[in-house]
Protein backbone atom coordinates (compact mmCIF):
# COMPACT_ATOMS: atom_id res chain seq x y z
CA UNK A 1 0.00 0.00 0.00
CA UNK A 2 1.19 3.45 -1.01
CA UNK A 3 0.80 6.15 1.01
CA UNK A 4 1.87 8.89 -1.00
CA UNK A 5 2.24 9.26 -4.35
CA UNK A 6 5.84 8.21 -5.95
CA UNK A 7 6.33 11.67 -8.27
CA UNK A 8 6.73 14.46 -5.81
CA UNK A 9 4.71 17.26 -5.72
CA UNK A 10 5.39 20.30 -8.05
CA UNK A 11 7.75 23.03 -6.64
CA UNK A 12 10.30 23.05 -4.37
CA UNK A 13 9.78 18.67 -4.09
CA UNK A 14 11.27 18.44 -7.10
CA UNK A 15 14.70 18.65 -7.77
CA UNK A 16 15.19 20.84 -10.39
CA UNK A 17 13.99 23.59 -8.22
CA UNK A 18 16.94 23.91 -6.25
CA UNK A 19 19.26 25.37 -8.64
CA UNK A 20 22.25 27.20 -6.84
CA UNK A 21 25.93 25.36 -7.78
CA UNK A 22 27.22 25.90 -4.06
CA UNK A 23 25.22 23.76 -2.44
CA UNK A 24 26.75 20.05 -1.50
CA UNK A 25 28.05 18.27 0.86
CA UNK A 26 31.39 20.10 1.31
CA UNK A 27 30.14 23.59 1.75
CA UNK A 28 27.33 22.36 4.64
CA UNK A 29 30.37 20.58 6.33
CA UNK A 30 32.36 23.93 6.22
CA UNK A 31 29.26 26.16 7.39
CA UNK A 32 28.36 23.36 10.21
CA UNK A 33 32.08 22.99 11.22
CA UNK A 34 32.17 26.59 11.94
CA UNK A 35 28.71 26.43 13.40
CA UNK A 36 29.98 23.67 15.69
CA UNK A 37 32.89 25.84 17.51
CA UNK A 38 30.22 28.85 17.56
CA UNK A 39 27.54 27.07 18.97
CA UNK A 40 29.50 25.29 21.18
CA UNK A 41 31.52 28.62 22.92
CA UNK A 42 27.46 29.66 23.21
CA UNK A 43 26.06 26.29 24.72
CA UNK A 44 28.95 25.72 27.56
CA UNK A 45 28.52 29.59 28.58
CA UNK A 46 25.37 29.56 28.92
CA UNK A 47 24.95 26.33 31.16
CA UNK A 48 28.04 28.22 33.18
CA UNK A 49 25.61 30.86 33.42
CA UNK A 50 22.98 28.94 34.58
CA UNK A 51 24.92 27.39 37.17
CA UNK A 52 26.26 30.88 38.03
CA UNK A 53 22.23 31.76 38.51
CA UNK A 54 21.82 29.32 40.47
CA UNK A 55 18.39 28.94 40.34
CA UNK A 56 17.56 25.84 42.17
CA UNK A 57 19.10 27.96 45.25
CA UNK A 58 16.21 29.87 47.32
CA UNK A 59 14.56 32.51 45.36
CA UNK A 60 17.15 32.63 43.36
CA UNK A 61 14.65 32.31 39.95
CA UNK A 62 12.33 29.96 39.26
CA UNK A 63 12.86 26.87 37.54
CA UNK A 64 10.83 25.27 39.96
CA UNK A 65 9.74 27.91 43.34
CA UNK A 66 8.64 24.65 45.30
CA UNK A 67 12.01 23.23 45.34
CA UNK A 68 13.82 25.21 47.54
CA UNK A 69 16.72 22.17 48.09
CA UNK A 70 19.26 23.00 46.69
CA UNK A 71 20.93 20.40 44.55
CA UNK A 72 24.91 19.97 46.20
CA UNK A 73 26.94 20.45 42.91
CA UNK A 74 24.85 23.68 42.24
CA UNK A 75 25.41 24.88 45.74
CA UNK A 76 28.97 25.74 45.99
CA UNK A 77 29.67 25.72 42.27
CA UNK A 78 29.90 29.97 41.28
CA UNK A 79 32.76 31.24 42.97
CA UNK A 80 32.29 34.76 44.23
CA UNK A 81 35.55 36.12 41.97
CA UNK A 82 37.57 36.82 40.30
CA UNK A 83 35.05 40.17 39.33
CA UNK A 84 35.54 39.58 35.33
CA UNK A 85 34.43 35.82 35.74
CA UNK A 86 30.36 36.56 35.06
CA UNK A 87 31.12 39.51 32.66
CA UNK A 88 33.90 36.80 30.05
CA UNK A 89 31.31 34.03 30.41
CA UNK A 90 28.24 36.57 29.37
CA UNK A 91 30.49 38.40 27.51
CA UNK A 92 31.05 34.81 25.66
CA UNK A 93 27.46 33.91 25.34
CA UNK A 94 25.93 36.68 23.98
CA UNK A 95 28.52 38.25 21.50
CA UNK A 96 29.46 34.43 20.43
CA UNK A 97 25.92 34.14 19.85
CA UNK A 98 25.10 36.93 17.74
CA UNK A 99 28.18 35.86 15.73
CA UNK A 100 26.59 32.51 15.14
CA UNK A 101 23.60 34.17 13.95
CA UNK A 102 24.81 34.19 9.70
CA UNK A 103 26.73 31.19 9.83
CA UNK A 104 22.85 29.49 11.19
CA UNK A 105 20.92 30.79 8.06
CA UNK A 106 23.78 30.30 5.65
CA UNK A 107 23.63 26.40 7.21
CA UNK A 108 19.79 26.46 7.19
CA UNK A 109 20.14 27.34 2.96
CA UNK A 110 22.31 25.13 2.05
CA UNK A 111 20.68 22.24 3.47
CA UNK A 112 17.41 23.55 2.12
CA UNK A 113 16.11 20.95 -0.54
CA UNK A 114 16.53 18.01 2.04
CA UNK A 115 13.25 20.29 3.61
CA UNK A 116 11.24 19.20 0.73
CA UNK A 117 13.02 15.52 0.31
CA UNK A 118 10.70 13.43 -1.53
CA UNK A 119 9.66 10.94 0.11
CA UNK A 120 9.53 12.40 3.13
CA UNK A 121 11.37 9.20 4.78
CA UNK A 122 11.97 5.93 3.53
CA UNK A 123 12.68 4.18 6.78
CA UNK A 124 11.69 4.49 10.24
CA UNK A 125 15.20 5.43 11.02
CA UNK A 126 15.55 8.29 8.54
CA UNK A 127 12.37 9.50 10.03
CA UNK A 128 13.68 9.90 13.47
CA UNK A 129 16.67 11.36 12.05
CA UNK A 130 14.30 13.95 10.58
CA UNK A 131 12.69 14.20 13.71
CA UNK A 132 15.70 15.06 15.25
CA UNK A 133 16.92 17.38 12.70
CA UNK A 134 13.31 19.25 13.09
CA UNK A 135 14.09 19.04 17.21
CA UNK A 136 17.40 21.48 15.98
CA UNK A 137 16.50 23.54 13.56
CA UNK A 138 13.71 24.53 15.84
CA UNK A 139 15.57 24.80 19.37
CA UNK A 140 18.18 26.58 17.37
CA UNK A 141 15.58 29.22 15.85
CA UNK A 142 14.08 29.49 19.31
CA UNK A 143 16.84 30.10 21.67
CA UNK A 144 18.47 32.97 18.88
CA UNK A 145 15.10 34.43 18.91
CA UNK A 146 13.94 34.12 22.81
CA UNK A 147 18.02 34.86 23.42
CA UNK A 148 17.91 38.03 21.06
CA UNK A 149 14.72 39.23 22.34
CA UNK A 150 16.19 39.12 26.32
CA UNK A 151 19.48 41.13 24.83
CA UNK A 152 17.48 43.78 23.46
CA UNK A 153 14.83 44.06 26.23
CA UNK A 154 15.48 42.43 29.72
CA UNK A 155 12.45 40.25 30.72
CA UNK A 156 10.25 41.68 28.13
CA UNK A 157 8.16 38.45 27.09
CA UNK A 158 6.36 36.83 30.22
CA UNK A 159 6.83 33.70 29.48
CA UNK A 160 9.71 32.80 32.34
CA UNK A 161 12.66 33.52 29.61
CA UNK A 162 15.42 31.56 31.98
CA UNK A 163 12.85 27.98 31.71
CA UNK A 164 12.24 28.61 28.27
CA UNK A 165 15.56 29.05 27.17
CA UNK A 166 17.42 26.46 29.03
CA UNK A 167 14.98 23.56 28.13
CA UNK A 168 15.33 24.61 24.72
CA UNK A 169 19.07 24.46 25.41
CA UNK A 170 19.10 20.84 26.85
CA UNK A 171 16.94 19.75 23.33
CA UNK A 172 19.55 21.72 20.98
CA UNK A 173 22.61 20.00 23.08
CA UNK A 174 21.72 16.70 22.64
CA UNK A 175 20.16 16.96 19.28
CA UNK A 176 23.34 18.46 18.44
CA UNK A 177 25.31 15.61 19.72
CA UNK A 178 23.02 13.30 17.67
CA UNK A 179 23.28 14.97 14.26
CA UNK A 180 27.30 15.67 14.62
CA UNK A 181 27.65 11.59 15.22
CA UNK A 182 25.02 10.65 12.55
CA UNK A 183 26.45 13.48 9.91
CA UNK A 184 30.37 12.77 11.01
CA UNK A 185 30.83 9.99 7.95
CA UNK A 186 29.62 12.65 5.54
CA UNK A 187 31.10 15.32 6.59
CA UNK A 188 34.81 13.23 6.88
CA UNK A 189 34.46 12.74 3.46
CA UNK A 190 33.70 15.47 2.48
CA UNK A 191 37.16 17.04 3.80
CA UNK A 192 38.92 14.18 2.51
CA UNK A 193 37.64 14.07 -0.87
CA UNK A 194 37.78 18.13 -1.31
CA UNK A 195 40.05 19.26 1.35
CA UNK A 196 38.94 21.23 4.61
CA UNK A 197 39.94 24.61 2.68
CA UNK A 198 41.18 23.89 -0.73
CA UNK A 199 37.32 24.92 -2.27
CA UNK A 200 37.69 28.61 -0.95
CA UNK A 201 41.08 29.04 -3.74
CA UNK A 202 38.28 28.42 -6.32
CA UNK A 203 37.58 31.75 -8.23
CA UNK A 204 34.28 32.34 -9.56
CA UNK A 205 35.22 30.76 -12.99
CA UNK A 206 36.22 27.12 -11.25
CA UNK A 207 33.16 27.62 -8.81
CA UNK A 208 31.77 24.39 -9.66
CA UNK A 209 29.43 22.20 -8.28
CA UNK A 210 30.19 19.52 -6.21
CA UNK A 211 30.29 15.98 -7.24
CA UNK A 212 27.08 14.14 -6.89
CA UNK A 213 26.61 13.44 -3.19
CA UNK A 214 26.04 9.52 -2.17
CA UNK A 215 23.63 10.10 0.63
CA UNK A 216 21.53 12.83 -1.77
CA UNK A 217 19.95 16.23 -2.27
CA UNK A 218 22.24 18.73 -2.07
CA UNK A 219 23.86 18.55 -5.27
CA UNK A 220 21.71 20.66 -7.68
CA UNK A 221 20.68 18.16 -11.13
CA UNK A 222 20.49 21.16 -12.86
CA UNK A 223 22.64 23.98 -11.57
CA UNK A 224 22.82 27.26 -12.65
CA UNK A 225 25.89 29.22 -13.32
CA UNK A 226 27.60 30.83 -10.11
CA UNK A 227 27.38 33.95 -9.07
CA UNK A 228 29.51 34.06 -5.90
CA UNK A 229 32.44 31.98 -4.83
CA UNK A 230 32.53 29.16 -1.83
CA UNK A 231 34.41 32.03 -0.35
CA UNK A 232 32.60 34.46 -0.93
CA UNK A 233 29.76 32.81 0.77
CA UNK A 234 32.17 32.08 3.85
CA UNK A 235 33.24 36.15 3.93
CA UNK A 236 29.37 37.46 3.16
CA UNK A 237 28.59 35.42 6.68
CA UNK A 238 31.68 36.41 8.20
CA UNK A 239 30.61 40.35 7.24
CA UNK A 240 27.32 39.38 8.73
CA UNK A 241 28.59 38.52 11.53
CA UNK A 242 31.78 40.99 12.27
CA UNK A 243 28.18 44.17 11.81
CA UNK A 244 26.80 42.20 14.79
CA UNK A 245 29.76 41.84 16.93
CA UNK A 246 30.09 45.77 16.30
CA UNK A 247 26.46 46.62 16.93
CA UNK A 248 26.83 44.44 20.36
CA UNK A 249 30.56 44.11 21.44
CA UNK A 250 31.00 47.71 23.20
CA UNK A 251 27.97 47.12 25.33
CA UNK A 252 29.86 43.88 27.15
CA UNK A 253 33.54 45.29 27.17
CA UNK A 254 32.72 49.15 27.36
CA UNK A 255 34.90 51.97 26.33
CA UNK A 256 34.86 53.82 22.42
CA UNK A 257 32.68 50.88 21.31
CA UNK A 258 30.06 51.31 23.67
CA UNK A 259 28.22 53.89 21.46
CA UNK A 260 27.89 51.39 18.82
CA UNK A 261 26.29 48.91 20.53
CA UNK A 262 22.85 49.86 18.61
CA UNK A 263 21.40 46.13 19.46
CA UNK A 264 21.67 47.16 22.93
CA UNK A 265 19.64 49.37 24.44
CA UNK A 266 21.55 52.09 25.07
CA UNK A 267 20.44 53.56 28.72
CA UNK A 268 24.14 55.54 29.77
CA UNK A 269 24.10 58.62 29.31
CA UNK A 270 21.07 59.66 30.97
CA UNK A 271 22.71 60.41 34.09
CA UNK A 272 24.66 63.14 32.20
CA UNK A 273 27.96 62.14 32.87
CA UNK A 274 27.16 61.73 36.95
CA UNK A 275 28.90 59.69 39.27
CA UNK A 276 25.70 57.44 38.72
CA UNK A 277 25.48 57.45 34.79
CA UNK A 278 25.44 54.06 34.05
CA UNK A 279 23.35 51.50 32.55
CA UNK A 280 20.28 51.02 34.73
CA UNK A 281 17.82 48.27 33.61
CA UNK A 282 15.45 48.62 36.50
CA UNK A 283 14.80 52.17 37.67
CA UNK A 284 13.42 53.05 41.40
CA UNK A 285 10.61 54.18 39.91
CA UNK A 286 8.99 51.40 37.77
CA UNK A 287 10.39 49.08 40.98
CA UNK A 288 8.25 50.97 43.22
CA UNK A 289 10.52 52.35 45.41
CA UNK A 290 9.67 55.79 47.27
CA UNK A 291 11.16 58.99 48.40
CA UNK A 292 9.32 58.30 51.47
CA UNK A 293 10.83 54.30 52.02
CA UNK A 294 14.13 55.15 51.79
CA UNK A 295 14.00 58.75 53.65
CA UNK A 296 16.52 58.95 56.27
CA UNK A 297 13.96 58.19 59.38
CA UNK A 298 11.94 55.29 57.83
CA UNK A 299 15.17 53.08 56.35
CA UNK A 300 16.79 50.98 58.42
CA UNK A 301 18.66 47.57 56.93
CA UNK A 302 17.15 44.36 58.96
CA UNK A 303 20.00 41.71 60.05
CA UNK A 304 17.34 39.70 61.76
CA UNK A 305 19.15 40.19 65.14
CA UNK A 306 19.30 44.01 64.71
CA UNK A 307 18.65 46.95 62.54
CA UNK A 308 21.19 49.18 61.06
CA UNK A 309 19.98 52.86 59.87
CA UNK A 310 22.14 54.24 56.46
CA UNK A 311 24.39 56.27 59.04
CA UNK A 312 25.12 53.27 61.12
CA UNK A 313 26.06 51.33 58.33
CA UNK A 314 27.98 54.44 57.16
CA UNK A 315 30.14 54.26 60.61
CA UNK A 316 31.30 51.03 60.20
CA UNK A 317 34.75 50.33 58.54
CA UNK A 318 33.99 50.62 54.21
CA UNK A 319 35.78 49.22 51.75
CA UNK A 320 36.51 50.18 48.22
CA UNK A 321 36.32 47.88 45.11
CA UNK A 322 36.25 48.37 41.16
CA UNK A 323 33.94 46.11 40.21
CA UNK A 324 31.66 45.06 37.30
CA UNK A 325 27.76 44.92 37.19
CA UNK A 326 27.67 42.20 34.33
CA UNK A 327 23.96 41.47 33.67
CA UNK A 328 22.57 38.22 31.37
CA UNK A 329 21.81 39.93 28.50
CA UNK A 330 25.51 40.74 27.75
CA UNK A 331 26.30 44.35 28.95
CA UNK A 332 28.40 44.84 31.82
CA UNK A 333 30.00 48.13 33.64
CA UNK A 334 32.91 48.36 35.91
CA UNK A 335 31.98 50.78 38.67
CA UNK A 336 33.86 52.47 42.04
CA UNK A 337 31.92 50.86 44.73
CA UNK A 338 32.14 51.40 48.66
CA UNK A 339 30.53 49.99 51.70
CA UNK A 340 30.65 47.24 54.33
CA UNK A 341 31.66 43.88 53.29
CA UNK A 342 28.48 41.17 53.91
CA UNK A 343 30.93 39.03 55.99
CA UNK A 344 31.08 41.90 58.26
CA UNK A 345 27.88 42.19 58.07
CA UNK A 346 27.49 38.05 58.84
CA UNK A 347 29.64 38.57 62.07
CA UNK A 348 27.37 41.65 63.87
CA UNK A 349 24.41 39.71 62.22
CA UNK A 350 26.10 36.91 64.67
CA UNK A 351 26.28 34.22 62.28
CA UNK A 352 29.57 34.45 60.97
CA UNK A 353 29.87 30.45 60.13
CA UNK A 354 26.36 31.13 57.97
CA UNK A 355 26.13 29.10 54.32
CA UNK A 356 23.75 31.06 52.45
CA UNK A 357 22.90 34.62 52.69
CA UNK A 358 19.22 35.43 51.68
CA UNK A 359 18.91 39.26 50.19
CA UNK A 360 15.61 40.77 50.47
CA UNK A 361 14.86 43.62 48.67
CA UNK A 362 12.48 47.06 49.59
CA UNK A 363 10.96 46.06 46.16
CA UNK A 364 7.85 44.41 46.45
CA UNK A 365 6.86 42.49 43.56
CA UNK A 366 8.98 40.46 40.67
CA UNK A 367 11.29 38.04 40.65
CA UNK A 368 14.68 39.79 41.16
CA UNK A 369 13.79 41.44 44.17
CA UNK A 370 15.43 38.75 45.97
CA UNK A 371 18.29 36.10 45.82
CA UNK A 372 20.62 33.85 47.30
CA UNK A 373 24.14 34.18 47.84
CA UNK A 374 26.49 31.22 48.74
CA UNK A 375 28.88 31.23 51.36
CA UNK A 376 32.05 31.28 49.08
CA UNK A 377 30.49 34.48 47.13
CA UNK A 378 28.93 36.68 50.32
CA UNK A 379 32.17 35.86 52.41
CA UNK A 380 34.89 36.69 49.40
CA UNK A 381 36.88 40.24 49.79
CA UNK A 382 35.28 42.38 47.98
CA UNK A 383 31.36 41.34 48.14
CA UNK A 384 29.86 44.64 49.59
CA UNK A 385 26.59 45.83 50.70
CA UNK A 386 27.62 48.85 48.91
CA UNK A 387 26.76 52.46 49.58
CA UNK A 388 28.43 54.57 47.54
CA UNK A 389 29.49 54.56 43.71
CA UNK A 390 32.55 56.37 42.75
CA UNK A 391 32.92 58.18 45.55
CA UNK A 392 29.11 59.61 46.02
CA UNK A 393 25.90 58.06 47.60
CA UNK A 394 24.07 55.60 45.31
CA UNK A 395 21.50 56.99 43.61
CA UNK A 396 18.28 55.97 43.68
CA UNK A 397 18.30 54.07 40.47
CA UNK A 398 21.26 52.30 41.37
CA UNK A 399 19.71 51.11 44.55
CA UNK A 400 19.71 53.24 46.98
CA UNK A 401 20.18 52.90 50.35
CA UNK A 402 22.22 49.67 50.25
CA UNK A 403 22.58 47.45 47.06
CA UNK A 404 24.19 44.19 46.91
CA UNK A 405 27.79 43.63 44.74
CA UNK A 406 29.58 40.54 44.77
CA UNK A 407 32.94 40.06 42.27
CA UNK A 408 32.40 37.42 40.03
CA UNK A 409 28.68 37.41 39.77
CA UNK A 410 25.57 37.63 37.37
CA UNK A 411 24.28 41.12 37.69
CA UNK A 412 20.56 39.94 38.50
CA UNK A 413 22.04 39.10 42.10
CA UNK A 414 23.69 42.41 42.91
CA UNK A 415 19.82 43.02 44.47
CA UNK A 416 19.14 46.93 44.95
CA UNK A 417 17.08 48.36 47.79
CA UNK A 418 18.21 45.82 49.99
CA UNK A 419 15.55 45.78 53.06
CA UNK A 420 16.67 42.85 54.75
CA UNK A 421 19.94 40.18 54.88
CA UNK A 422 19.70 37.07 56.58
CA UNK A 423 22.50 35.06 57.72
CA UNK A 424 21.15 31.39 57.47
CA UNK A 425 23.37 27.79 57.96
N1 LIG B 1 15.70 44.94 43.70
C1 LIG B 1 16.20 44.72 42.47
N2 LIG B 1 17.52 44.52 42.32
C2 LIG B 1 18.05 44.29 41.10
C3 LIG B 1 17.25 44.26 39.95
C4 LIG B 1 15.86 44.47 40.12
O1 LIG B 1 15.07 44.45 39.17
N3 LIG B 1 15.38 44.70 41.39
N4 LIG B 1 17.83 44.03 38.71
C5 LIG B 1 19.06 43.24 38.74
C6 LIG B 1 19.71 43.12 37.44
S1 LIG B 1 18.96 42.11 36.29
C7 LIG B 1 20.94 43.66 37.19
S2 LIG B 1 21.76 43.33 35.75
C8 LIG B 1 21.57 44.56 38.17
C9 LIG B 1 21.86 45.88 37.54
O2 LIG B 1 20.64 46.37 37.15
P1 LIG B 1 20.35 47.90 36.95
O3 LIG B 1 20.91 48.21 35.62
O4 LIG B 1 18.87 48.00 36.96
O5 LIG B 1 21.00 48.63 38.06
O6 LIG B 1 20.77 44.81 39.29
C10 LIG B 1 20.06 43.71 39.77
N5 LIG B 1 19.40 44.08 41.00
MO1 LIG C 1 20.41 41.75 34.65
Not at 83 to 92: A, E, K, P
Not at 296 to 301: K, V
Not at 308 to 335: D, F, H, N
Not at 362 to 373: C, K, N, P, S, V
Request: hydrophobic share 45%; with cysteine; proline share 9%.
Amino acid sequence: MRLLPAQPPPGPFRPGFWRSPLRGPWLTSILGSLLLILTTITAVTGFLSHLAYNPDLGMNAIIDPSRDVPLPFALDFWPGGPSWLYRLNQGLHVNVGLVAIPFLLFKLWSVIPRLFAWPPAVSPAQAIERLSIALLVSSAVFLFATGIFNTSYDYAFQFNFVVAHYYAAVVFSASLVLHVAIKAPIIRRAYRERGVLKPLRDDLAHTRREPEDPHGGLVAPEPDEPTITRRGVLLFAGGGSLALLIANVGATIGGPLRPLAFLQPRREGAGGGGPGDFPVNKTAQSAGITPGQVAAGAYALDLGTRQLSRQELLALPQRTAKLPIACVEGWSSVQEWTGVPLAELARLAGAPDAEQCFVESLQERGILREATLTRGQFTADDALLALKVNGEDLTMDHGFPARVIVPGLPGVHNTKWVAKLTFRS
